[in-house]
């Protein structure tokens, strides 16, 4: 018989944490699962300790390729479940030992495509509780949102292995950051139903070298074309209008470093022009930048330069009292 959920675990050069992933996953009270192992071309003993455990455990089973990244891996992983559900865990985190029996039975019980539980940041000794974007049956508001939410991820969604067939859903290629909400946006979207446990089931593990430690321009670049991909597919189904708003919220956060250069002044302006209607709103620009931003998108740039330079100022002032 077919496992009801197939767990996807992509995998590269985390010998450290891979033990505490895997067997939190083997210590489920819920035991009817199968456990995906995608080696993404380890160069440390990752790859060993997968295949180790597949020999112990025969819902264990290990795919060995090439390092593409970890939508790759995970794309392999999608194409081989053969669970009725799939979820995912990334190697260096790990999850409560009631998570998957708890989900299922919600999800089963309500008849939902997905199930959302909430999750622990873990950094270092101390563990910070985040609940997930709450949904109800207006789906309309529930989209909005989660869209406003920052935590749109993958980890912590139990899910119908249909609802990505049906969809062709799979993570974009060569994008290190913010796949998770290229691939969730349409997940939720296209669910008839998802409901909520608000209970902390995963933990997020935060170490230093952390692709959100560790942000740098092709982050910012493959966030924010993972938001136009998005608006661009929002356009497709012909429900733009209804979260313009909060899809431009997250652009003007993208884009608010160009506020901080005359020279990409423009970049601002043109990106997503619509995003200008929303400056004053959006909840993740402080005032001085939405004062910039509404400025020199309404034809009053010398009001932005002089808050550039009144910043440039006080950067000057601080160094030299600090020599």
């Known amino acids: 018989m077919e496992p009801k959920i197939s767990v996807i675990v992509p995998v590269y050069n985390v010998e450290k944490y891979l033990d505490r992933c895997v067997q939190s996953i083997l210590n489920q009270s819920f035991t009817d699962f199968e456990l995906l192992l995608v080696d993404d071309g380890s160069t440390d003993l990752s790859g060993a300790i997968c295949d180790q455990y597949a020999a112990k455990d025969e819902r264990i089973r290990v795919f060995h390729k090439g390092n593409e990244g970890v939508s790759s891996a995970r794309n392999m992983g999608l194409d081989y479940a053969r669970g009725e559900?799939?979820?995912?865990?990334d190697s260096d985190d790990w999850v409560e030992?009631?998570?998957?029996?708890?989900?299922?039975?919600?999800?089963v019980k309500e008849n939902a495509d997905v199930c959302v539980c909430d999750f622990y940041m873990v950094s270092g000794t101390k563990k910070y509780y985040y609940a997930s974007s709450v949904w109800t049956a207006d789906k309309k508001a529930s989209m909005q949102a989660y869209l406003k939410s920052v935590w749109t991820v993958i980890?912590?969604?139990?899910?119908?292995?249909e609802l990505y067939r049906k969809s062709n859903l799979q993570f974009p290629l060569g994008i290190a950051f913010c796949e998770d909400f290229f691939l969730a946006v349409r997940l939720m979207y296209r669910a008839e139903k998802v409901v909520n446990i608000h209970e902390a089931f995963y933990n997020y593990y935060q170490s230093s070298s952390s692709v959100i430690h560790s942000l740098n321009e092709k982050a910012g670049l493959d966030?924010?074309?993972?938001?136009?991909?998005?608006?661009?597919w929002f356009k497709q189904e012909?429900?733009?209008a209804?979260?313009?708003k909060q899809i431009c919220w997250r652009i003007l956060k993208n884009k608010q470093d160009y506020l901080l250069n005359r020279k990409t002044y423009q970049k601002f302006i043109d990106l997503v022009p619509e995003s200008k209607k929303y400056i004053l709103s959006c909840p993740y620009l402080n005032v001085k930048l939405k004062i910039m931003g509404w400025c020199l998108t309404h034809h009053l740039q010398f009001v932005s330069r002089f808050f550039l330079w009144m910043r440039k100022l006080r950067l000057y002032k601080s160094r030299r009292a600090s020599v």
Not at 98 to 104: D, Q, S
């Open 242 to 244: 209804d979260y313009e």
């Open 223 to 232: 966030e924010q074309n993972m938001y136009l991909d998005v608006i661009k």
């Open 97 to 107: 030992p009631l998570m998957y029996e708890k989900m299922y039975h919600k999800a």
């Open 155 to 161: 980890w912590n969604l139990l899910a119908r292995k």
């Open 85 to 89: 559900w799939i979820t995912f865990v």
């Open 238 to 240: 012909g429900v733009y």
